[in-house]
Structures are given as C-alpha cells and as structure tokens.
C-alpha cells in the first residue's frame, strides 16, 4: 500500500482531534485511583457486611423453629423397650484323660 497524501490526510486529522484533549496531571490520576480503589473497599465491606448479616439471620431463625417443633412435639408411638438378655449357655466340662500315677508306691508286705 503506497502512502499518499489522501491517506495522510484523515490520519492527521484523527491525531489533532486526539492531541486537543484536556491534558491530565499526576495529581489527577492519583485522585481517580484512589477514588477507583475506595468504591472497590465500599462494596467489598457491604458485601461481607450482608453475608454475615445473612449468616446470623439464618441461625436465629433455624434455632426459633427448632425450638417451635421441641414445643409441638408429640410422638404417638413410644421406642420399644430393650430386650431382655438372654440366659448364659452352661459350660462343657471336659473330662481329664490325662492319668497320673502316685509317685511314691508304698508295699505292703
């Protein structure tokens, strides 16, 4: 693409309508930084505000329906009592089949 004057033309036209704009300090720029970071903190703290705000509301109100249901309670049907344990099993003995012979044998003669 060759440059040529019709080219230039509008992109300098475009450049001096940009260059005509209010010119900005250091100051400036700071304060709308600062102004930027401060909405961002502001939000930040209302949104873990209504959390938590959120948070406590739903204890209290699960401990008012518990503590509702504990009033209305009625159970018609009581637990079973517990079974009664059963007897012991008596033991085997086994019998002694080990024969011991009495050490000192004493003759009679």
Do not use: G, H
């Not at 970071?37 to 401990?63: F, G, I, N």
Request: glycine share 0%.
């Amino acid at each position: 693409m060759k440059l040529t004057i019709r080219n230039i033309i509008p992109v300098l036209i475009i450049l001096l309508f940009a260059a005509c704009k209010e010119r900005v300090t250091q100051e400036q720029l700071i304060a709308s930084a600062i102004e930027i970071k401060l909405s961002q903190w502001r939000e930040s703290q209302v949104k873990s505000c209504k959390e938590k705000a959120l948070a406590d509301a739903e204890k209290y109100v699960d401990s008012v329906l518990v503590a509702i249901s504990l009033e209305t309670k009625m159970d018609t049907i009581s637990k079973p009592d517990k079974p009664a344990k059963p007897i012991k099993p008596p033991f085997k003995e086994k019998p002694d089949s080990v024969i011991v012979d009495k050490i000192y044998k004493k003759d009679r003669d």
